[in-house]
């Protein structure tokens, strides 16, 4: 840690030299145009509706602050206002008469006061609002909405790794006519977008009986021309030696397949396996048109029940949001020391 933080603030000579204030002005700059988005989306799925609809809208969620009066039950808005003396004075707004805002004493409130009600200032508090995350958790069948997800994103990647790992190695150790066309073709198929083959697919879905089911989700996209590309430029740079030693012990092409070429491929999988699981878990597009009953949406589907004909829950909404991110940024934490590394030696750019 003490040797990350050196090297992450070492400069030029002992001094401050103009170059490092220039590098760190702009790093800091880059961080905050990344990072954000994601920040603001995190503190505004703790604000309550009434927060997000604020304007202009603030960066941390704070809430007006509340009392009761006596012999109330009803909860008032706490406002500031210049008094009769000028002073100001905090007090509940109880009601508003057009322009006028009549305040009144929390603790007496026969003292009543009568403001013009623009010149009321709301009392605000810094409240964080987990209703956002635990009444969806009570109301909203997320346990099966997860499950469906996660089901969908760990069985397509590993398909995807598995038969594009095949596929690559077919193309980068098998020597046979015809080898650079169909890398080719395969590469071709990368400027095919998903709008163009989506009525094929689901034609073919219907007639297979995967409509509505899980597996018409995750079959169509196991094998990606981008994973394959992938595997084959990373696999192009194994020594053929090794390959050409195994087969003169005999060994299966399976073998070679499964215990030389995959072990020496994990940084390349690792990326793939990363960029699957993001393809799986944000896909919406063909979900949407695959499944048609809710107990087999994704979160992403389930997420669009949120917004309805005439409002959007955005306080739900962004809290769900927040929770489907999770489990990608796990999945980068724990891969991301393979990325680098792997696409580095895979000629993706």
Known sequence: MNKALAFALRRRGRGWHWTDVLTYAYLSFGVLLMFGPVLWLALSSFKTPAALAEFPPTLLPWAPQTVTLPGDTARYPLVTAKGADGATVTMALKRRIGLVAILVDPKDPSKALHVPADST??????????????????????????????????????????????????????????????????????????????????????????????????LPGAATPTGVFLLRQYMLTMPRDLVEAARMDLASEWRIYWRIVMPLSAPALAVLAIFSVMWRWNDFLWPLVTLTTSDHFTLQLALNSFQGELQVRWNYLLAMTVVTLLPVAIVFAFLQRFIASGIATTGMK
Do not use: C, Q
Not at 138 to 159: G, H, M, Q
Not at 188 to 217: D, F, H, K, Q, R
């Open 121 to 218: 200032r709301p009392v605000r508090r810094l409240r964080l609002a987990f209703e956002n995350y635990v009444d969806p958790l009570k109301s909203f069948d997320f346990p099966r909405y997860l499950w469906n997800s996660v089901f969908v994103t760990l069985v397509a990647t590993l398909i995807t790794l598995l038969i594009n790992s095949m596929a690559a190695y077919a193309l980068a150790i098998y020597e046979f006519k015809g080898r650079g066309l169909v890398t080719l073709l395969v590469m071709a198929s990368l400027m095919a977008p998903i709008t163009i083959i989506l009525v094929p697919a689901y034609l073919v879905v219907n007639e297979l009986g995967l409509v509505n089911s899980l597996w018409g989700v995750i």
